[in-house]
């Protein structure tokens, strides 16, 4: 069975788990809507992205 030799220092074991971090989302404000979203992504509410439509708006009908 594999045993430590050593104990493992504090500084050692943080720095093992520097990586281990949860990165800060990337929200900007849209441009056209004025609404936060991530970068990169369509704007789900206009369904464009990088000045073009890529999705069509869902119409509400009246029934």
Do not use: C, F, W
């Not at 900007?28 to 704007?43: A, C, M, N, Q, Y």
């Amino acid at each position: 069975m594999a045993v430590p030799k050593r104990k493992t220092s504090p500084s050692k074991r943080n720095m093992r788990r520097s990586h281990d971090s949860i990165s800060r989302l990337n929200i900007i404000e849209d441009k056209e809507s004025g609404e936060p979203r991530l970068s990169h992504r369509i704007d789900m509410s206009t369904g464009m992205y990088n000045g073009r439509q890529i999705l069509k708006q869902k119409t509400k009908s009246k029934d």
